[in-house]
Structure formats: C-alpha cells, structure tokens
C-alpha cells in the first residue's frame, strides 16, 4: 500500500524511510526533519572511508554531488538538498535498516530490481519506498504480502537445448581437447616452455 508523502524541502524520501505507518501520513514536522538532515550528515562524515562496491562514501559524494564531503554535508542541512542517491547508501549505516527502492510498474502495482537494494539484510525489517519518476517524487510503502519478497526478481527458467545442438556442442568440444600427455610430446610441448622460463629467471 503505498502513502503518499509531503514534497515540500525535497524531503519526500526522508518522510518516506521513516514513516511509521500512520494511516494520516507522515507526522514529521520541518525541525524534525532538519535534526533527520543533521543526523544523516553527521553519519556521512563518520563513515567517509566506508567502500560501497570499491568506491568510498567520500567518492561516492564526489561523483554524484561534485563536492567534498564535508561541504555537502553542510548543504545537506542548510540548504534542503536532495541527494537521494547518497541517502539511500547512507540509511543502512545510519539506521541499520535496507532499503528498497520499487517503481510504478506498467501492468499496475509495483515493480522491484535488485540493483535498487541498498543495505544488507540485518535481522531489521527493510524500508520500503516508492519511486516516482515522472514526479521526480518518492512515497511510502507498505507490503502487504511479504511472501512476495522471497520470490526472486527475475524469474528464469532454462530450456533445454535442442539434441542437434548439444551433438554439435559435444564434437566441438572433442576436437578442442588437447593432445594426451606422453613422453615424447613431452620433449616437444616442455622443454621450450622451459627454456622461456628459466631465461626470465636470469637477471
């Protein structure tokens, strides 16, 4: 189900993440959101050299603010920004909650890729968003079959191939394989081996 959230001070997706299910929607007022800004700023700073997929969090500012991180967290706070893309990585440390990220998807209801997780599973039960893109917005939500978190994002099924294939697959792979090892290919295929190596052994 999801709940619509307030746009006003780009905080759509702060409202969204730590939203408790009120059914009136969110009850954060603006100073408590600015303590939010605050305290996810405070947590950037302290996890500035925490990898995220071979980047740094302070990269990880770099490349998708264009700032060092310190003058971004001061933004953050004093300027309302957005930064969702930084937030979402943010959350998991500040909070120890995942988050996951679903749009709306084209058949009706929502749809989720894995790539759009962000934290790892810790025991916490996840925090689920709704991106909007035409709205550049994000909304609660709340899953109401949580079965349907278990099942895999793409469903694969493998097909076998046709016998023809699979003959042709089985040759191939026959006239590729190399030559039994005997003593007297060995003299042929070892000794220049050899011979290469030990000359890059010498000074």
């Given amino acids: 189900m999801e709940?619509?959230?307030?746009?006003?001070?780009?905080?759509?997706?702060?409202?969204?993440?730590?939203?408790?299910?009120?059914?009136?929607?969110?009850?954060?007022?603006?100073?408590?959101?600015?303590?939010?800004?605050?305290?996810?700023?405070?947590?950037a700073v302290a996890y500035r050299d925490y990898d995220f997929n071979g980047k740094t969090l302070?990269?990880?500012?770099?490349?998708?603010?264009?700032?060092?991180l310190d003058?971004?967290?001061?933004?953050?706070?004093?300027?309302?920004?957005?930064?969702?893309?930084?937030?979402?990585?943010?959350?998991?440390?500040?909070r120890g909650e995942a988050v996951w990220v679903w749009q709306p998807s084209r058949a009706g209801g929502y749809e989720h890729h894995g790539v759009y997780r962000f934290g790892a599973p810790t025991g916490k039960q996840a925090r689920h968003v709704v991106y909007r893109p035409a709205q550049l917005?994000?909304?609660?939500?709340?899953?109401?079959?949580?079965?349907?978190?278990?099942?895999?994002?793409?469903?694969i099924t493998p097909t076998a191939r046709p016998r023809w294939v699979q003959q042709r697959s089985h040759r191939a792979a026959e006239q590729q394989k190399p030559p039994s090892l005997t003593v007297a290919n060995c003299e042929k295929a070892c000794v220049p081996l050899r011979s290469t190596y030990l000359a890059k052994l010498q000074p």
Wanted: glycine share 6%; aromatic share 8%.
């Fill in 3 to 43: 709940s619509k959230m307030p746009g006003t001070g780009n905080n759509c997706l702060l409202h969204s993440i730590s939203y408790n299910g009120d059914p009136r929607g969110s009850d954060k007022s603006d100073a408590s959101m600015r303590e939010l800004r605050e305290a996810i700023a405070t947590t």
């Fill in 58 to 68: 302070e990269g990880w500012v770099w490349a998708t603010a264009g700032m060092d």
């Fill in 71 to 94: 003058s971004w967290a001061a933004d953050f706070v004093a300027n309302d920004t957005m930064s969702d893309q930084l937030v979402l990585r943010i959350w998991p440390l500040f």
């Fill in 137 to 155: 917005h994000y909304n609660a939500l709340q899953v109401i079959r949580p079965a349907a978190l278990e099942r895999p994002v793409v469903s």
